[in-house]
């Protein structure tokens, strides 16, 4: 029996629903909006199902989806949110370290979506490019980018050991 496209969008959905939640959390921080996020994102992929032409990228064309709207959410609702509105983690064990999570704030829109899909979702760069509409260098250096800022953020304030 063939699957269509709206039924192979369907099953992806249901399959990758945690990871979409994972990546729209990392751009919110706030599980209702990510929970809406993920509503949203899985109906826009449900309507625009008939629109895809090859059927091998749609877990990259489903997470752009899901990245676009966190960040059309972000943009409609201008949310600062701090780390004190950060709740507890749910079903997730991946983004336990609250710390690294807020840290994520210092990063650009494209370079949070490199961190959180290449660590987070285990990802190839590869991959990472395929579904930021990268090609592979330039999410490489994005990658390398992110993680010195990151370094300098998860480092500030800490005693610096030269010598033992």
Known sequence: MH?????QV????FDSYESMYRMAYSYVRNEDD?????QESAYKAIKGASAVSQPDYLKTWLFRIVIHTSIDFIRKHKQEVSCQELAEPAAW?????????????VLNER???VIVLHFFEDRTLAEVAKILDLNVNTAKTTLYRSLKKLKVQLTEGEPAYEGF
């Open 34 to 38: 990510a929970m809406d996020i993920v």
């Open 111 to 113: 370079e949070r979506a």
């Open 10 to 13: 369907e099953e992806l959905i």
């Open 3 to 7: 699957t269509t496209i709206a039924q």
């Open 93 to 105: 064990d991946s983004y336990t370290d609250f710390d690294t999570i807020e840290a994520l704030d």
